[in-house]
């Protein structure tokens, strides 16, 4: 489920070298304009993102929805542009006081004061794993309801969500982001991670917030993207404990489907004809037959030889042997996480875009929709936002590569998650 990812980062990453020529020095990996900002209507947030192992921060402001990467001009001022990855200065930020910013874009002016955070470094284990993170929670005297940040596929360190954390803070939770196995400061090995080590890792997280006499007990939910979505699902079937979870743009179909659908998106992207992905998908299943059943090595193999050539196959995996190939089946592909849908008790927030590119629709919701059911949990919401792509953004096709030209987040999107929260928080 990384291929969409490792496309995004190309495109950032493109970005980030046409900007590095024009700035002044290298990205700073801290910065003292980090924060939440409170404006006249709804709030600011500068967090740092790292991106291909470079440090940079985004821009959110929840009155506009406007997302933006910033350029630093100096050790107290950012600029950005008119669209999410664009180096051209339309709007400057500056510190004007250790709590206050100015928002400079065309002729108006804005000011922020600082709403005050605490940052505490913490680590828990899941066995012989380490995970090395960061609670981030309001300044508060009382205890905090909580959530823990789960991550989306690929090596990914605690500052993958972006503003989301910051965000989420500024509504009153104590929010926990760690290192991804096998990244930042965690330890062990990613690539030899189950789906369910990586669940039981966000489980970990959430005994950890349990036990803290900070945290409300009974109020320590998870939100996860992407595959981090699934996983919150998967959570909150496991253990009765998650008071809610929210997925958000999680693929929710038995692995192999999400895999074929992605590669489906990914030949398109690359500007494939359609024969080609028809010729791709129709491999793509008859090596998930052999993997699922063992038979047809021989008839598979003579296959793989020729079609090697064919400009598509660098974008499949291509198996050496059948032990390979049913390796990758029974410790990825044949991962199914639906029926974990039929156990959920808790409040389930599940948010998509109709424009996603990477987990199938409506197949995900179908399934999700159909296990509640069975569940008979009567306490969730499923939305689909018309025009929104994987990442929650208003899109237009949905594919990678408008990306750089987006603008916002949906303001539909945006807004229930925000209150949906508030009100979880109160339960």
């Known amino acids: 489920m990384n291929k969409i990812i490792r496309v995004l980062a190309c495109v950032i990453g493109a970005w980030l070298c046409a900007v590095a020529a024009s700035a002044t020095g290298n990205a700073r990996p801290f910065s003292l304009m980090d924060g939440v900002y409170r404006l006249t209507h709804g709030v600011a947030v500068i967090a740092p993102m790292s991106v291909q192992r470079v440090p940079r921060r985004l ?48 002729h108006v002016t804005q000011t922020g004061r600082r709403i005050t955070l605490r940052s505490e470094p913490v680590r828990f284990s899941n066995g012989p794993v380490t995970l090395s993170g960061t609670l981030l929670s309001p300044i508060a005297s009382r205890r905090l309801p909580a959530i823990v940040l789960m991550h989306g596929s690929g090596p990914e360190t ?150 090697k050539s064919a400009p598509w196959a660098s974008h499949v995996y291509l198996p050496d042997n059948l032990e390979n190939l049913r390796s990758r089946w029974f410790g990825h592909s044949a991962f199914n996480p639906v029926p974990y849908a039929r156990r959920i008790r808790c409040p389930i927030l599940a948010l998509y875009g109709s424009l996603d590119r990477s987990s199938p629709l409506p197949a995900s919701t179908d399934n999700l929709r159909a296990g509640l059911a069975i569940a008979k949990n009567r306490t969730s919401t499923i939305k689909i936002f018309p025009g929104v792509n994987h990442e929650m953004l208003d899109a237009i096709t949905g594919y990678d590569d408008e990306i750089p030209h987006l603008t916002r987040y949906d303001p539909a999107y945006l807004n229930l998650l925000q209150q949906w929260l508030l009100r979880q928080a109160t339960r």
């Open 158 to 307: 605690r500052d993958a969500a972006g503003v989301i954390p910051y965000l989420f803070a500024s509504l009153g939770y104590a929010v926990l982001l760690y290192d991804q196995r096998g990244s930042g400061l965690s330890t062990g090995d990613l690539d030899r991670a189950s789906f369910t080590d990586l669940m039981n890792d966000g489980l970990a997280g959430l005994k950890y917030l349990r036990g803290r006499s900070d945290v409300k007990q009974n109020r320590v939910g998870v939100w996860g993207p992407s595959q981090g979505g699934m996983l919150a699902i998967l959570m909150a079937a496991t253990d009765p404990h998650v008071a809610f979870a929210i997925d958000q743009s999680g693929y929710f179909t038995p692995t192999w489907q999400a895999d074929t659908y992605e590669l489906q998106t990914e030949l398109h992207l690359a500007k494939f004809a359609d024969a080609d992905i028809a010729r791709a998908t129709a491999f793509q299943y008859q090596k998930f037959k052999v993997a699922r059943t063992g038979l047809g090595w021989q008839t598979l193999a003579q296959k793989i030889a020729s079609i």
């Open 59 to 106: 821009y959110l402001r929840t009155d506009s929805y406007q997302l933006r990467f910033l350029s630093d001009t100096s050790a107290q001022s950012y600029t950005f542009g008119n669209t999410l990855i664009d180096s051209t200065d339309a709007g400057r930020i500056t510190l004007t006081a250790p709590d206050r910013i100015a928002i400079a874009s065309g």
